[in-house]
């Protein structure tokens, strides 16, 4: 029977429509996980709340909260919590299936959610955030805990929110539960190597690339869009295993040196001057010119939809790694699959983060902790697996690795669907 | 019967067999009285009637059991038997025997066994689906990860656990892998698991010819039974260098002197239910001149006459209560090895413990982890169990029952009686 269209979205779909889409197109390859496809498109739970708190001149304001659990087929929901003014239900729907998508690819025991509140973080005090988190934490807290939904950091939410967020989660059950969110200070049971997690899987993932197509890294080159947390660890990194980084671009400017950036020299820099602007080890650049520069690597780790038919010509770099989430958009996926640039998805390449976020839950579940070793080989062994299997994938059906990693992501997530039956 | 012990309403079948062996067991371990009474007498029998509703539109009701027979060294943890064969008795013995094997492999685990008087083949998939949900539902209360762990059985497959799994994970309103174990390994299952049962028997021979000095590299075996544990340990038997010259099934003997060709008897068998062919009657199988038996199929599979035809150096019971009682005396008496279930049949339940911890913790090992783990594990109870026995001058059967008794009597004895 064909289902009726959720109803609580307006005509416009907005993000949501677009990872609708994405189902869309892989139904093809999902064989007999097919008609179960619909489960998909209809997120599993979604709670809009009521957010009023205090202000610090007395009134009371309102805010509008949201939390959505898209899929628990696999484990709990797991996704992060964002304060920006513009998000909307139907964004947040999106983030939390393309989080359900994210794990599965990866191979993580999680479903996929996603939270939001529609605010300006920067126009309230810090005390005011505090009771903003600490409310829509409490009015969202029957949906969280550490085996139902486990929030982690997203745009304009830290390491501060989450220590708000577990202690107020901790308070209203009566006991510490560090493993209701992830990306917590180290002192409140967060993991080590989370820092470098999301930069460190870019090069574990581009390498393994890398390795199916013979190219060495020991002397390749590499230029960042991007040099916040995820291009300066990628950058340090692929320079520790003996690339040379030729080129950075960042909201300030382009710099680049051929015979090789420093990447521990810049982050000084950087974190003195505000940009790569004026380095004074390299050459100035016009923006424009960074996408043509010859290159065996490169690695968009800043904005979405910064790679499009404008420029994707151009780009002349053997492995495009998307360090940041959706930096190519299709019309230029089309282009660079056709110039035969490898390019490996966002799905996996960006997916150190979350990995160590699993991490740090089942550290804490345990309350015992590993070293950043440790937790620096099994990033390393997860994602390798998770992009063997998206590898076999793309070969067997002929396909970009980008359509594989949600065949394989899909199928997974059907896969257990199926196993577990329709309750009751 | 000396010891004052719960009496099942009808067919006391296994339940009598646990009685037996206790009280035999009795005689050479110094178990203290209460630890007997609590063993004489499971924590907790539970008969659930179980009202499905049939692709007919019709309503049916099956009989459901869950027994919970000791809980002193750890929640409770057994298998479901879906068969028509079941009843509270065999369920009573079938926990009975659970709690003995988790103590002689060190398992923090009591013992429990479950099931339902049905034939599951009788049943479309869908009616086979709203049966275990029931099942699962009407004892949602009395199970758990850290109550009481449900299994495969007789019966029972990975689908089913994915069943049960989801109705009580969507009752309790988060998702519970660990409530039960032999899940499909999308939802939680564990790495070598589909053939743990086969492997700890190859590792329990292992161990037993480093131990006693018994042949290995060229060693004949035979192998009774060529299901789950039968195939999979031939296949670990032939990788250890042993050959498999013969393997049997209800219908008939398959026989080859200088060793079978274990993998493709498997493809076979697993494409048509059969063996390529039928050299030799089911029973002919135990007079075959080979270093070792392994009783792969039911209980009471050998008695004395089979016995008495044999001519293995050591037979291995890989199914729970192969031998009669009668077959294991005469063996015993020519000196015959009878290597007991409790110890060749610990496999399945060691790697239900294995994924049970990897579920707890939701981190996931490697197959090279799991099986370095497993090995380990078998390593230690086969030097436990040959230790007590020698420390007894036994056979192996009571070295693995002292054993158990013996850990059981600690924990109860340390837990004291409540409250």
Known sequence: MKSEPLSYLGKDGGPWEIFTEQIDRVIPYLGRLAPLAESLKRPKRVLIVDVPI?????????????RVHHNTARG?????????????????????????????????????????????????????????????????????????????????????????MMDTFSMNVGRTVPGVVTGKPIALGGSLGRR??????????????????????EGSRVILQGFGNVGNAAARIFHDHGARVIAVQDHTGTIYHEAGIDPYDLSRYVAEMGGVRGYP????????????IPTEFLIPAALEKQITEHNAWRIQAKILAEGANGPTTPAADDILQEKGVLVVPDVIANAGGVTVSYFEWVQDFNSYFWTEEEINARLERVLRNAFEAVWQMAEEKKISLRTAAYVVAATRVLEARALRGLYP | MAIPAYRPPEDPGLW???????????????????????????????????????????????????????????????GVRFHPGVTLGQTAGLAAWMTLKAAVYDLPFGGAAGGVAVDPRGLSKRELERLTRRYTAELVNLIGPDIDIL?????????????????????????????????????????????????????????????????????????????????????????????????????????????????????????????????????????????????????????????????????????????????????????????????????????????????????????????????????????????????????????????????????????????
């Open chain 1, 54 to 66: 205090h202000m610090d001149d007395g009134t009371v304001a309102h805010f509008e909260g949201y």
């Open chain 1, 76 to 164: 709990p929901a797991k996704g992060g919590v964002r304060y920006h003014p513009e998000v909307t239900l139907s964004e947040v729907m999106a983030l939390a299936a393309w989080m359900t998508i994210k794990n599965a690819a990866v191979g993580l025991p999680y479903g996929g959610g996603k939270g939001g509140i529609r605010v300006d973080p920067r126009k309230l005090s810090s005390h005011e955030l505090e009771r903003l988190t600490r409310r829509y934490t409490s009015e969202i807290g029957t949906f969280l805990g550490p085996d139902r939904d486990i929030p982690a950091p997203d745009v304009n939410t830290g390491e501060r929110e989450m220590a708000w």
């Open chain 1, 196 to 217: 470098d997690a999301t930069g460190r899987g870019v090069f574990v993932t581009a390498a393994a690339a890398a390795a199916k197509i013979g190219l060495p890294i």
């Open chain 1, 281 to 292: 080890k390299a050459e100035p650049l016009p923006s424009p010119e960074f996408w043509a």
């Open chain 2, 16 to 78: 009598d067999a646990f009685l037996e062996r206790l009280e035999k067991t009795l005689k050479v371990a110094e178990i203290h009285p209460t630890t007997v009474e609590y063993l004489a007498h499971p924590k907790r029998l539970v008969t659930v009637s179980l009202p499905v509703v049939m692709d007919d539109g019709k309503v049916r009701v099956f009989q459901g059991y869950r027994v919970v027979h000791d809980i002193a060294r750890g929640p409770a943890k057994g």
């Open chain 2, 151 to 419: 299994g495969p059985d007789v019966g029972t497959d990975q689908q089913v656990m994915a069943w049960i799994m989801d109705t009580y994970s969507m009752t309790v309103g988060s998702t519970v892998p660990g409530v039960v174990t032999g899940k499909p390994h999308a939802l939680g299952g564990t790495e070598g698991r589909d053939d743990a049962a086969g492997y700890g028997v190859a590792r329990v021979l292992l161990e037993l010819s480093q131990r006693r000095g018994l042949p290995l590299r060229g060693a004949r075996v035979a192998v009774q039974g060529f299901g789950q544990v039968g195939g999979t340990f031939a296949l670990h038997a032939a990788a250890l260098g042993l050959k498999v010259v013969a393997v049997s099934t209800s219908r008939g003997t398959m026989y080859q002197e200088e060793g079978l060709p274990v993998e493709a008897v498997l493809r076979h068998y697993e494409a048509t239910g059969e063996l390529p062919r039928y050299d030799l009657s089911p029973e002919e199988l135990f007079a075959l001149p080979v270093d070792y038996l392994i009783l792969a199929a039911l209980e009471g599979a050998l008695d004395e006459e089979g016995a008495k035809a044999l001519q293995a150096k050591a037979v291995l019971e890989a199914a729970n209560f192969g031998l009669t009682q009668e077959a294991e005396a005469y063996l015993l008496g020519k000196g015959v090895m009878v290597v007991p279930d409790l110890l060749t049949g610990g496999g399945g339940l060691l790697a239900s413990y294995l994924e049970w911890v990897q579920d707890l913790n939701m981190f996931f090992w490697s197959e090279e982890e799991v099986r370095q783990s497993f090995a380990k594990s078998v390593a230690k109870a086969v030097a436990e169990v040959c230790a007590k026995a020698e420390a007894l001058n036994g056979d192996l059967r009571t070295g693995a029952l002292a054993l158990a008794l013996e850990r059981l009597n600690e924990a109860t004895r340390l837990r004291g009686v409540y409250p």
